[in-house]
């Protein structure tokens, strides 16, 4: 990683995971922790997917389960293969587009990633509620369901401060327990061929239709760049990275299309589906315990989720403190733990403001916006391969050049939905594009406000970046 000291007009070069001192007296993640993580970073189970068999029913919604992470998934898996193992960096896209692009694209990445996490990392308190009020409805009552969200967030905020090492057998303990509720249902389900065909559900109010469920299908598979912030704290990040990618992305599709395939065979309609559903459908599948371990386990996603992404998101204030991008008190680390909590705490309080907001109206923004930070990523792959061909690179996108240049356009074509999508969606009277722009534009003022006070940075002289693993 570049030094705190480092002028802000150069664009700097991130050092090496292997340059950085001290190294083994700290916790690091291997490869199955990794992919707990990862796993949650991106998907969390199949909690928050109802919407898309709504919108689709069974067939479209399985097939569009299976081809988005060949056309969303696998490309973004890639480059963060590629460029995590070249450049193990603290900060992760960040790092990589600053190197890329420059100082000035550096800032925009990590300022769209922390602007959509405020919109993202609300989406999981938000489901933990949903599901949370299946089994207690007493919490819908008033504003309680706000307290448990803030609640989440406080609780998620403490555990990340406590360490990685507490964050990562968190995560793998939580997946297994979500993961359980699930198997349970595609082992019953061969037993209730068409039993549910005319099952008596609750009234939906979705109005999800094919395109939205798209849109939430592409936000269940987002994300794969998050674990690359946390490049200092992983063990052999040049050889863990690719293959926890590629696991973590076969875990994800299998624990999305398996349940729903289950469920497709029992005949229900795919009109009984909507977000929070999956407890009141394994109720009918598999009886009150099935119900209560499903509602357990939405629980457990949504607050593995925003747990993992505490870990990740955190990372990037820390990053760019260490750089000189911004002042140093988002670098002070935690004595014990070596974590950014004066980064973790600034966040929390970002994303409890944004608790109110709605399910669908939180993921097209998040979409939005994630969208763009992606494609600074995908630029930053292909410039990174034009300047500099020579730096070693154990995992390599295949293709040369023209590889890199074109696992970009899939992803790329997916944005346009969610653009098109955007314009439907209203944030304070104006179109979810609108103001995705805004906040956009807000970057590039933010930029020239931050470059216009501290035009060296705001490192002090000679002042050396502590790092945090």
Not at 293 to 299: D, E, K, M, R, S
Not at 337 to 365: K, N
Not at 430 to 450: E, H, P, R
């Amino acid at each position: 990683m570049a030094t705190a000291s480092t002028p802000r007009q150069q664009t700097g070069n991130p050092q090496p995971l292997a340059v950085l001192p001290n190294r083994k007296k700290f916790v690091r993640l291997t490869l199955w922790p990794l992919v707990a993580a990862t796993f949650f970073m991106v998907s969390g189970g199949t909690y928050g997917t109802e919407e898309i068999v709504h919108g689709a029913g069974y067939g479209r919604a399985i097939l569009i389960l299976l081809l988005t992470p060949l056309l969303w998934s696998l490309p973004t898996a890639f480059m963060i293969g590629e460029l995590s193992s070249a450049l193990p960096c603290e900060g992760g896209y960040y790092a990589w587009v600053r190197r890329a692009m420059g100082n000035f694209w550096g800032f925009q990445e990590a300022w769209l990633s922390l602007v959509a996490s405020i919109f993202d990392m609300a989406i999981y308190p938000t489901l933990f509620v949903a599901y949370l009020t299946r089994m207690f409805p007493w919490f819908q009552q008033g504003n309680r369901g706000w307290w448990v969200a803030l609640a989440v967030v406080i609780a998620c905020a403490v555990l990340n401060i406590a360490g990685v090492k507490v964050v990562s057998l968190t995560s793998l303990w939580l997946f297994f327990a979500l993961s359980a509720p699930f198997v349970a249902i595609v082992v019953l389900a061969p037993f209730k061929i068409g039993a549910l065909a005319n099952a008596v559900t609750k009234p939906t109010t979705s109005s999800v239709d094919i395109l939205g469920g798209l849109l939430i299908c592409m936000w269940n598979y987002m994300g794969w760049d998050n674990a690359s912030t946390i490049a200092t704290e992983v063990e052999r990040p040049q050889r863990t990275y690719p293959r926890a990618m590629l696991v973590a992305v076969a875990i994800v599709v299998l624990s999305y299309v398996l349940p729903f395939a289950a469920m497709w065979m029992t005949g229900l309609t795919p009109t009984a589906w909507e977000t929070g559903s999956w407890a009141d459908i394994a109720g009918l599948l598999g009886g009150p315990l099935l119900r209560i371990g499903v509602v357990l386990g939405g629980i457990v996603s949504a607050f593995g989720m925003f747990n993992a992404l505490v870990m990740s998101y955190s990372r990037l204030p820390l990053a760019m403190a260490q750089d000189g991008m911004l002042p140093g008190v988002f670098g002070k680390l935690q004595r014990k733990s070596r974590a950014p909590w004066v980064a973790i705490v600034a966040l929390a309080i970002g994303w409890a403001m944004c608790l109110g907001l709605g399910f669908a109206r939180l993921v097209t923004l998040d979409i939005l916006l994630y969208g763009f930070s992606l494609m600074l990523e995908f630029m930053a792959l292909a410039v990174l391969r034009f300047r500099e061909p020579d730096l070693p690179r154990p995992f390599r996108v295949p293709g040369g050049l023209f590889g890199a240049i074109a696992i970009g356009i899939p992803p790329m074509l997916l944005l346009g939905f969610s653009i098109i999508r955007s314009e439907h969606e209203q944030v304070w009277n104006m179109s979810s594009f609108a103001f995705g722009m805004i906040l956009i534009a807000a970057g590039f003022v933010a930029y020239a406000v931050n470059h216009l006070l501290k035009p060296s940075g705001w490192a002090a002289a000679g002042q050396k970046a502590e790092p945090a693993a």
